[in-house]
């Protein structure tokens, strides 16, 4: 942009003419006649000025030019002007990519028209967020997600006892093979099971309008798999490793004695609660065996590979299920 005085051409419809006389007194004398004589104005807004459209013409123009004075020129009141009709040669039309051509003085123009907010004087606030209840639970964060869904942390609004909950959707799980069978055994199993070492059912609630199902279980902070993780060779100490053992070991001593065969034990599946007592979850694929069985024979292994005995590797129809477990845990430690 040229850098030039600001100066507009005005025609004065009413000019006042305003003069000492020798004795220091100020008058004013109206002159009837318009004057026709043109005269130079200096209008000064910061560093721009900003033309009044002509009322005589029959299209608005504008002309901005960058001014070279001092701000402090005085102001003219607009409505006692009219400006000539000055059609701009200088407007061109800028392409996106051509944006970044422009300079700081022209992007800076926008200031005569836009109330610019330093970003200091703006106090951001968070979006409130709205409380989301299911039943008598609070609902908070999202733990974690997996196939079936997601788990969200929770509160129980009656004792403030902190909990998680798996939020699993119908049609998750009807995409998954063998999906709500899977939940159905594993909330069944849940309810039955009560020890130390295995995770504990807490409530299951059921939203039909949403085709939502809620399994409320206690809070755990993390999952051993993560544990592990998060050490630099990937690797537990002996005597951490030996202590998460035996809990598992008396996880599995009580879950084969109530004829429940877990049957995807992995570091993913157990999980660690405040006081660091594993706790044995997801029952997905576990399988309870019936009570006038003769022995723990298995027909289906839906576990981990990396987990699984060579027998179900190999593809055997039957296998041993308690065996699976032990094997699993010996994989895991």
């Not at 220091?24 to 000025?49: F, I, R």
């Not at 070991?249 to 004829?259: A, I, M």
């Not at 981990?304 to 477990?325: C, L, M, R, W």
Request: net charge negative; charged share 25%.
């Amino acid at each position: 942009m040229t850098v030039t005085t600001m100066e507009a051409q005005v025609k004065a419809a009413h000019h006042h003419h305003h003069h000492l006389d020798g004795g220091g007194a100020q008058q004013k004398q109206e002159e009837e006649d318009p004057v026709e004589d043109e005269m130079t104005v200096l209008v000064a807004n910061k560093n721009y000025h900003y033309d009044t459209a002509s009322e005589l013409g029959d299209e608005a123009f504008v002309e901005l030019k960058e001014d070279s004075q001092p701000t402090g020129a005085s102001f003219y009141n607009p409505d006692e002007l009219l400006f000539e009709e000055q059609p701009h040669p200088q407007v061109t039309w800028l392409d996106d990519d051509e944006i970044e051509t422009l300079d700081r003085v022209t992007l800076d123009m926008g200031n005569m028209f836009f109330n610019r907010v330093d970003s200091q004087d703006i106090i951001y606030q968070q979006k409130k967020k709205i409380i989301k209840m299911v039943g008598k639970y609070i609902m908070g964060d999202v733990l974690g997600e997996g196939s079936y869904g997601k788990v969200k942390e929770a509160m129980n609004s009656e004792n403030l006892c902190r909990l998680a909950v798996k939020i699993l959707t119908k049609r998750k799980l009807r995409r998954i093979p063998n999906g709500e069978q899977n939940v159905t055994r594993e909330i069944a199993l849940l309810k039955q099971l009560k020890h130390t070492n295995v995770v504990e059912l807490v409530d299951v609630l059921y939203n039909d309008e949403k085709q939502k199902m809620y399994l409320v279980m206690e809070y755990c902070v993390g999952g051993l798999q993560e544990m592990v993780d998060y050490q630099p060779d990937k690797r537990m100490p002996l005597f951490q490793a030996h202590g998460y053992f035996q809990q598992l070991v008396d996880g599995l001593e009580y879950l084969h004695s109530c004829r429940v065969i877990h049957k995807d034990i992995k570091p993913g599946n157990l999980l660690l609660s405040l006081d660091q007592t594993l706790k044995i979850s997801d029952f997905g694929v576990a399988e309870q065996l019936d009570l006038f069985s003769p022995d723990d024979t298995c027909t289906t292994g839906q576990g981990s590979p990396a987990f699984q005995p060579p027998e179900i590797a190999n593809g055997h129809e039957t296998f041993a299920g308690y065996k699976v477990d032990i094997w699993s845990s010996g994989v895991t430690l």
